[in-house]
């Protein structure tokens, strides 16, 4: 009598993997008027070629809106600095191709990505907000956040 050989079992599953590495991503936190802006980023090895000049992060994005109004943003701002201090100004209409509407107390989570020709450098910015109800419009501030790679020079491995 034979016995089938049990099939490998993985240690842990995608989401529970993609949740530990969620956890252990670098967090940046910003709040205005109560909402919560929480970024945290990764570096893409297996979209980055440094001898190339090209590196690559994706952040992602949680929007928390703990105001008791509903919002919408309507637009981002960012700042983009590169590890020789060069700055790119980027504007545009929502984020991923969204305007969401938040009410009260919800969540809005989104991921993207950034490349730069060096090995570290740094955003920041703003997402520009609208109160549907009353047409106010107002920013909320993105932190500042590092793009760190293993390549950057001095780094300890």
């Not at 252990?24 to 910003?30: I, L, N, S, T, V």
């Not at 545009?92 to 090995?119: C, D, H, K, R």
Request: charged content about 20%.
């Amino acid at each position: 009598m034979s016995h089938k050989p049990a099939p490998p079992r993985l240690m842990a599953d995608p989401e529970s993997s993609l949740a530990e590495a969620m956890e252990a991503a670098p967090r940046y936190e910003a709040v205005t008027r109560n909402i919560t802006v929480a970024v945290r980023i990764f570096w893409l090895e297996d979209q980055s070629q440094p001898e190339e000049h090209h590196h690559a992060w994706a952040y992602h994005i949680c929007i928390e809106n703990g105001s008791t109004e509903t919002i919408q943003l309507v637009s981002r701002s960012w700042e983009i600095t590169d590890g020789r201090g060069k700055t790119d100004h980027i504007h545009g209409e929502g984020v991923v191709g969204e305007q969401p509407v938040l009410v009260a107390n919800e969540i809005f989570e989104y991921t993207s990505g950034v490349a730069l020709p060096t090995p570290c450098g740094f955003m920041r910015g703003v997402y520009h907000m609208i109160i549907p109800a009353t047409s106010e419009r107002f920013e909320v501030k993105i932190p500042a956040f590092s793009l760190d790679s293993p390549h950057r020079l001095g780094l300890v491995h």
